[in-house]
């Protein structure tokens, strides 16, 4: 992979002087780290009769684009209404952390993170919104900075009830 990485420096660069002599490794070490996060269990309680939702805001997270490999970041809202188990907190963050580390598009992770969700805890329902700025947008094509995408992904109650979404879209609007 060091290889690789030297022939693209060579290529728009002088890979040997200072800056650039050691970037093929501590790239390759990066993109290890990045596309690689550590595993990790939901940890469920039992929920004492918890029956309203629960939400999470502004969770950031960071990926890289799969088209161009830029990186895109963010922050992400995670709301659930518990069915008899509630997620340790973390989790949500965790959740949201380990579908972004790699390379990927935004609408997958929001969809992945809610799907997620719904399998392990069994909710009434999940909400999931991401937004993000895509620096493959702001920094080539059509040069846009400070634009922001924004995706979602509702299931159970968030999609079937409009007063539970709107709830969920209001509560992350504040």
Do not use: W
């Not at 993109?31 to 805001?57: K, W």
């Amino acid at each position: 992979m060091e290889g690789a990485v030297s022939t693209i420096l060579r290529a728009i660069d002088d890979p040997t002087r200072e800056g650039l002599v050691d970037t093929p490794r501590r790239y390759v070490k990066f993109l290890r780290e990045f596309t690689n996060p550590a595993p990790f269990e939901f940890t469920a309680f039992d929920g004492e009769g918890t029956d309203e939702m629960i939400v999470q805001t502004s969770i950031s997270f960071y990926s890289l684009c799969e088209h161009h490999m830029a990186p895109f970041f963010g922050t992400g809202h995670i709301a659930y209404i518990p069915n008899g188990k509630i997620v340790g907190l973390s989790k949500l963050a965790r959740c949201l952390d380990h579908y972004a580390g790699r390379l990927q598009n935004q609408e997958r992770i929001t969809t992945q993170v809610a799907e997620r969700l719904m399998s392990e805890l069994n909710p009434k329902g999940v909400a999931v919104v991401l937004q993000a700025e895509h620096l493959c947008m702001a920094m080539r094509g059509v040069c846009k900075r400070n634009t922001v995408t924004k995706t979602s992904k509702m299931l159970g109650v968030f999609k079937d009830d409009h007063k539970a979404r709107a709830e969920f879209l209001g509560l992350i609007t504040k």
